[in-house]
Nanobody
Framework: EVQLQASGGGLVQAGGSLTLSCAAS????????IGWFRQAPGKEREGVSC????????YYADSVKGRFTISSDNAENTVYLQMNSLKPEDTAVYYC????????????????WGQGTQVTVSS
């Protein structure tokens, strides 16, 4: 059974930090890029960041570059998203996702979704 178990969301003040975790199981970790999408109320789901497990290459949306850092623990099949200098506009439900290597990191390319975790940044 494929599972992407997300955790780590919460409420934080602007300027604060949170770390999201995504524990994956049931598929071949190395065949995918694992990352995070987010969806704010009334907005489309957007790709935030991902990491290609096989070589560690990363992608960041322009809106989070320099503030968010994605990493992986391949022994534990877990991906982490360290979010620093959080802004109110980062408030959203964050979804862990797995995209096959060679595909663009976008909604239509996702093979597996985890459950969402709420991140709320107060001003």
């Amino acid at each position: 059974e494929v599972q992407l178990q997300a955790s780590g969301g919460g409420l934080v003040q602007a300027g604060g930090s949170l770390t999201l975790s995504c524990a994956a199981s049931g598929f071949t970790f190395d065949d995918y890029a694992i990352g995070w999408f987010r969806q704010a109320p009334g907005k489309e789901r957007e790709g935030v960041s991902c990491i290609k497990i096989s070589d560690g290459s990363t992608y960041y949306a322009d809106s989070v570059k320099g503030r968010f850092t994605i990493s992986s623990d391949n022994a534990e099949n877990t991906v982490y998203l360290q979010m620093n200098s959080l802004k109110p506009e980062d408030t959203a439900v964050y979804y862990c996702a797995a995209v096959p290597i060679g595909s663009y990191f976008r909604y239509s390319s996702v093979d597996y979704w985890g459950q969402g975790t709420q991140v709320t940044v107060s001003s």
